[in-house]
C-alpha cells in the first residue's frame, strides 16, 4: 500500500495500480479491511487512469466489502466517493440506491456532515437526471437544518453550492443568484478560488435570464478572467 500510495503522489498511476493488484493477488480470497482499503485506492487509481468503468466497479466492490464486514464509518465513506464519482459521470440514476444503503447503515447516528453530504449527492442526481427537481428542492431543506450544526466552512460552502445549483435548476432565479454570491464568498474567504469560479457562473447567467444583459456580460467577463487564473477551463 506504502508503493501504491507513493507512486500514485508521484502522478505514476500504472506502477501504483501494479502494486495494489499485486498486493490483492498475495490476499486472494480474503475477505477483510484490508483488501476494501485496497480497493478504494484501486479504484482511484483506475479512474485517475480515465478508466472509469473499472474504478467505479472497484469502489463498489469496496462498499459491498466493508458492509459484509459490518465497518459502517468506511463503508459510508466509500459510498460518498461511490456516489461522487457517479455523479462526476453523469450515472445519476445510479446514486440513490447507493447513498440510499449508507444512510440506511448510518441509521439514527449524530453524524450531520456525513448525512449531508450523501443527501447533497440526491440533490445533485436528481438535478443531473432532470427528472425529481422537486425531490431535490425537498432534500436541501433537509439538508439546511443539519449544516447549521456543523462547524465546517468546507462543508458549508458545498451545501450553499449545492442548494444555489438546485435553486436554478428550479428557476428560482433571484435566490439561486444569492446563493452563488454567499457560495463563492466562502469559498474565497478559505482561498478556493477554483470552488468559487464552479459557482459564480449562476450569479452572472441570472442576470442574462432576468434580461439584464451588461451585468450579465460585466460578470461573465470577470469570471472568465478569474477562471483562467484558477485553471478552470
Known amino acids: 500500500m506504502l508503493a501504491a500510495a507513493q507512486a500514485r503522489a508521484a502522478a505514476g498511476f500504472e506502477e501504483a495500480l501494479a502494486h495494489l ?3 490483492l493477488s498475495l490476499w486472494e480470497g480474503e475477505r477483510n479491511g484490508a483488501v476494501a482499503a485496497v480497493l478504494v485506492e484501486r479504484g482511484g487509481v483506475l479512474l485517475s487512469l480515465a478508466r472509469p468503468a473499472e ?11 466493508y458492509d459484509e464486514l459490518g465497518d459502517v464509518p468506511s463503508m459510508i465513506v466509500a459510498s460518498m466517493r461511490l456516489a461522487g464519482t457517479l455523479v462526476w459521470y453523469a450515472r445519476h440514476r445510479e446514486v440513490r ?32 437526471s432532470g427528472e425529481n427537481p422537486q425531490r431535490a428542492l425537498e432534500t436541501m431543506l433537509e439538508v439546511a437544518p443539519l449544516q447549521r450544526t456543523i462547524d465546517d466552512p468546507v462543508l458549508e460552502q458545498e451545501c450553499v453550492a449545492m442548494d444555489s445549483h438546485v435553486q ?38 441570472t ?9 450579465g456580460v460585466q460578470a461573465f467577463t470577470a469570471l472568465m478572467a478569474d477562471a483562467e487564473r484558477a485553471g478552470h477551463l
Open 207 to 215: 442576470q442574462l435570464h432576468m434580461g439584464r444583459l451588461p451585468e
Open 97 to 128: 440506491p447507493v447513498t440510499s444503503r449508507a444512510l440506511a447503515r448510518l441509521g439514527p447516528a449524530p453524524a450531520a456532515a456525513l448525512r449531508c453530504r450523501l443527501l447533497i449527492y440526491d440533490a445533485l442526481a436528481d438535478i443531473g
Open 168 to 205: 436554478y435548476e428550479a428557476l428560482h432565479l433571484e435566490k439561486a443568484a444569492t446563493l452563488s454570491r454567499r457560495a463563492s464568498a466562502l469559498a474565497r474567504a478559505q482561498n478556493n478560488l477554483w470552488s468559487a469560479v464552479n459557482v459564480e457562473w449562476m450569479a452572472a447567467a
Open 21 to 23: 493488484d499485486s498486493a
Open 55 to 65: 474504478g467505479l466497479a472497484a469502489l463498489q466492490q469496496a462498499v459491498d466489502l
